[in-house]
């Protein structure tokens, strides 16, 4: 069982920057595939950037590469999601999600076993 809570949303101008970070409890963090995901109203959920086990191996969405870096510190159980550049269109629920014991890039939600609460994104104009 993996426990995973969001924090670090909130509201910025358009530019702006903010951290987000998801602290996880149990065991198979250090073994989990870890990604942020965002939905915003009346949009599906999708894929912002997942993370290896180790650190190594990276993905990112189109809309999101050079402008979002997604970290790990396992001695913390933590992942990051650094956002800069932020634009309106970034406004979104942000989701932090684990998939223990699996490899690869995994970009759809049903890839995930555990899911945070979500935190607000809003960037404004």
């Given at each position: 069982q993996v426990?995973?809570?969001?924090?670090?949303?909130?509201?910025?101008?358009?530019?702006?920057?903010?951290?987000?970070?998801?602290?996880?409890s149990g065991r198979s963090f250090r073994t989990s595939t870890m990604a942020w995901f965002r939905q915003a109203p009346g949009k599906e959920r999708d894929v912002v950037a997942t993370i290896g086990w180790s650190g190594g191996s990276t993905y990112y969405a189109d809309s999101v590469k050079g402008?979002?870096?997604?970290?790990?510190?396992?001695?913390?159980?933590?992942v990051y999601l650094q956002m800069n550049s932020l634009k309106p269109e970034d406004t979104a629920v942000y989701y932090c999600a684990a998939a223990p014991l699996r490899l690869g890039v995994l970009r759809e939600s049903y890839d995930y076993d555990y899911w945070g609460q979500g935190t607000q994104v809003t960037v404004s104009s």
């Open positions: 426990q995973l809570v969001e924090s670090g949303g909130g509201l910025v101008q358009a530019g702006g920057s903010l951290r987000l970070s998801c602290a996880a402008r979002f870096t997604i970290s790990r510190d396992n001695a913390k159980n933590t």
